[in-house]
């Protein structure tokens, strides 16, 4: 079961621009978002996170919205880098339990 | 290099043949993962261990898959009796505590296990 999905395998952008990543979710238990970023033969890093208390967090160029209504949260990147280029999975977790659970991922590409 | 290891990073066996990944985790992290990733899909939860505590074993596929964690450090992954479906990047993550609260989880590089 696919608790977690972003349904966008992938996604380009110019560099200057706005990238938007979206993430789905239908566990309605989860209350804490992550972002993680990857690059090939790494793994995955983390970028940034959000408790369902909040609908925004922001770091830098990074921003995540939660829409917990639409169980949905997007990570917003702007200006958009060429080193942004990466895949991004989306991350979602409660408190009472261990696992965590991954989308599938959205491979940004960012043109110069 | 004070990261998450992991080895081999690459693993072709044929099969029916029994498997070892190895996790090297960060130096004082109590919480160990494993996860995998198939084509094409997300990072699938295996199994957690958390200091001396019983590891959490629900995520893992079949009674093929079993996992240790000697010493509260160091991991091993074992698959036995291979099959074609266990192929996938096979990713260890260690952090100071439970991934619920706002410890992050830093990965290694992956195992990528090929089932011929």
């Known amino acids: 079961d696919q608790q977690v999905k972003q349904n966008s395998p992938s996604l380009s952008v110019q560099e200057g621009r706005i990238s938007i990543l979206n993430c789905d979710y239908t566990?309605?238990?989860?209350?804490?978002f992550l972002w993680y970023k990857k690059y090939p033969a790494e793994g995955p890093t983390f970028l940034i996170s959000?408790?369902?208390?909040?609908d925004k967090n922001e770091d830098g160029r990074f921003t995540v919205f939660l829409n917990k209504s639409a169980k949905h949260l997007s990570l917003h990147i702007v200006p958009s880098q060429p080193g942004d280029s990466a895949v991004y999975f989306c991350?979602?977790?409660?408190?009472?339990?261990?696992?965590?659970?991954f989308g599938a991922g959205t491979r940004l590409t960012v043109k110069p | 290099g004070a990261g998450v290891s992991q080895s081999p990073s690459n693993k072709v066996t044929e099969k029916g043949k029994d498997v070892e990944l190895r996790c090297d985790p960060i130096?004082?992290?109590?919480?160990l993962y494993w996860y995998r990733q198939s084509l094409g899909q997300g990072l699938e939860f295996l199994i957690y261990?958390?200091?001396?505590?019983?590891?959490?074993k629900s995520g893992l596929p079949s009674d093929r898959f079993s996992a240790e964690r000697t010493g509260g450090s160091v991991s091993t992954l074992t698959i036995q009796r291979t099959q074609q479906e266990d192929s996938a990047v096979y990713l260890c993550?260690?952090?100071?505590?439970?991934?619920?609260?706002?410890?992050?989880?830093?990965f290694g590089p992956g195992t990528r296990l090929t089932v011929l």
């Open positions: 993550a260690s952090s100071l505590a439970r991934a619920g609260g706002t410890d992050t989880q830093y």
């Open positions: 261990f958390q200091g001396n505590s019983a590891p959490d």
């Open positions: 991350a979602a977790t409660d408190y009472n339990n261990n696992d965590m659970r």
């Open positions: 566990n309605s238990m989860f209350d804490y």
């Open positions: 130096s004082g992290h109590t919480a």
């Open positions: 959000i408790s369902s208390i909040k």
